[in-house]
């Protein structure tokens, strides 16, 4: 995905020399050939984090169009009161870039699990949300974002994720995208935690459980016509490698209660802990039971139990 972002970002600023790229000492291997191309329209801030925010503002009032790109932990919890008062507040066009959402970066502990960034940049006034779930989706957000005005913040996983899409989708920002049909449930999720949810979803079709599967490319603002529909087709479950607090699955519970509908609803994520293990990705998604196995052993469960 961090190579999809800046294949998308770079074919952005050879057409606009006001987009900069700004990072706080990051994108080794990602970003020399980009660095190399565009010199006047990259700029490494070092490891300060709040001042490349800060930085990235004050260009952004000169007429610059601004992404800036870090680990999530510190693109986003480390210059929060940056974002917050430089960017969202003057509504600047400002768009930060966090990698290594969930535990793409499970092996460097919990300073590196990012579970409540969803929660926190989707509370701030002006701010949209982005989270794809795979390198065609994160194409498609940058593309579109670089269009529109104002902040925006895009939740990246690392690398080698794989492609959920087979073909060329008609990406809209508050639009949701329907990954997988089915007509007795709908799972849905946002960013690379979904190649599980589609796992999940084949194991269950085996048990005659079929599920839509809907990638929430755009968390905020959120695609409320596609949850509605969704909910009067059946049960709606809710993923995320996110913590279950504040993240999608509250966003959705929302718009099913406003709306009086009740077919059944589960939210799935990251309980209210932090990990006191370490281990790559797929062993951290587990303990969590976020495995495929997992989620189709937990849906199957839920949809028998509304059935009694």
């Known amino acids: 995905m961090r190579k999809a972002f800046i294949k998308a970002l770079g074919e952005i ?4 020399k006001n987009v900069m790229l700004l990072t706080g000492d990051l994108g080794f291997s990602v970003f020399e050939e980009f660095a190399a191309n565009f010199p006047d329209q990259y700029l490494n801030c070092g490891v300060a984090e709040q ?3 800060g930085v990235a503002a004050g260009l952004a009032l000169s007429g610059k169009k601004i992404f800036v790109y870090s680990i999530i932990p510190f693109a986003t919890m480390r210059p929060f009161e940056q974002i917050r008062n430089d960017v969202c507040m003057h509504n600047l066009n400002v768009k930060i870039i966090g990698v290594g959402g969930g535990y793409s970066y499970g092996h460097l502990g919990t300073t590196h699990h990012p579970i409540e960034d969803i929660a926190i940049m989707k509370v ?4 949209k949300v982005f989270v794809p779930a795979d390198p065609t989706e994160t194409e498609f957000v940058v593309q579109a974002v670089a269009k ?5 913040y ?4 690392k690398s080698k994720e794989e492609n959920l899409h087979n073909a060329p989708f008609d ?3 508050g639009k949701a995208n329907v990954l997988r049909e089915g007509d007795t449930l709908t799972i849905i999720g946002a960013g690379p935690i979904l190649r599980n949810a589609i796992q999940a979803a084949d194991i269950l079709d085996k048990s005659n459980i079929s599920c839509r599967v809907v990638s929430l490319i755009t968390v905020k603002p959120l695609d409320k016509e596609q949850v509605i529909k969704s909910a009067k087709i059946g049960p709606v479950v809710t993923i995320e490698e996110h913590s279950v607090i504040g993240g999608i699955g509250d966003s959705v519970a929302a718009v099913l ?3 009086n509908l009740n077919n059944g609803f589960k939210k799935m994520g990251v309980e209210d802990r932090f990990m006191t293990i370490v281990g790559d990705q797929d062993y951290l998604r587990a303990e969590n039971k976020l495995s495929p196995e997992q989620l189709a052993a ?4 839920f949809y028998k139990k509304r059935l009694q």
């Open 257 to 259: 209660a406003e709306e």
């Open 148 to 152: 529109d005005s104002g902040p925006a």
């Open 171 to 173: 990406m809209k920002i």
């Open 124 to 127: 701030l006034p002006n701010m």
């Open 51 to 53: 001042n490349m925010v």
């Open 13 to 16: 600023v050879a057409k606009d």
């Open 154 to 157: 895009i939740r990246l996983g």
């Open 298 to 301: 937990s849906i199957s469960d």
